[in-house]
């Protein structure tokens, strides 16, 4: 089945760590989006990629990085400077860059910062 | 800045009774507008999608969404709601200009009653 993984669905981080949650998709998508979602304001781009190789940053990329290497992977690094992490992130996909068509999601990491 | 308003934080519906949600974007042309829905700890999945053409659309799982240039909205209806429906419903824009990315509302949490 075509779709897009998230993994893991739950994950657990210490202070002053650095994490990274995996995205993948076989959907033969060109675009990769990541979003932090916080309850009562709704989904907030993070970064996103419309071709291997090369990204940009969204509304709120400080303390986040990103690598689009393969086609198929865009994994997402929260970092230590990123002061406040704990929130549900997903990951989404579209077919076409340079216009705006459908994306698809999968179905999240949930990150708590213990 | 465009920008994307859901004035409705929390529903609650009777099952069978018809539901409403309300949506209203703020940008100086027609935007692209998207609904979609989102269990608990799960992905967002695509309800349907306006670009262009006929102002209601018809989407999946009995719901549509009248788009209305003058009040700058794009409602979501379903005339009878299942317990089912219960979820997370958020309603999404992007211009014309925007490579795909999406500004989100920030939510309508739907509870449904027996």
């Known amino acids: 089945d075509g779709g897009i993984t998230q993994s893991p669905k739950y994950l657990f981080r210490k202070e002053g760590q650095n994490v990274t949650l995996s995205c993948e998709q076989n959907?033969?998508?060109?675009?990769m989006y990541w979003y932090r979602q916080d309850p009562g304001q709704g989904l907030r781009l993070i970064y996103y990629?419309?071709?291997?190789?090369?990204?940009q940053k969204g509304d709120i990329a400080e303390g986040y990085s990103v690598s689009r290497e393969k086609k198929e992977s865009f994994p997402l690094t929260v970092t230590s400077a990123q002061k406040n992490p704990t929130a549900f992130y997903l990951c989404?996909?579209?077919?076409?860059?340079?216009?705006?068509?459908?994306?698809?999601f999968g179905p999240g990491t949930r990150l708590t910062v213990l | 800045a465009q920008s994307v308003t859901q004035p409705d934080i929390h529903i609650t519906v009777s099952e069978g009774a018809s539901l409403e949600l309300r949506c209203n974007y703020s940008y100086g042309a027609t935007p692209y507008l998207f609904w979609y829905v989102q269990s608990p700890g799960q992905g967002l999945q695509l309800l349907l999608k306006y670009f262009s053409g006929d102002t209601l659309v018809q989407g999946i799982k009995g719901f549509e969404a009248e788009f209305k240039r003058s009040q700058s909205s794009f409602n979501l209806r379903k005339p009878s709601v299942h317990w089912s429906d219960a979820a997370e419903y958020f309603c999404a824009v992007a211009r014309v200009d925007s490579w795909g990315k999406l500004q989100f509302g920030a939510g309508t949490q739907v509870v449904v009653t027996p």
């Open positions: 990629s419309q071709i291997v190789n090369d990204f």
């Open positions: 959907l033969n998508h060109d675009a």
């Open positions: 989404a996909s579209s077919i076409a860059t340079g216009g705006v068509n459908e994306q698809f």
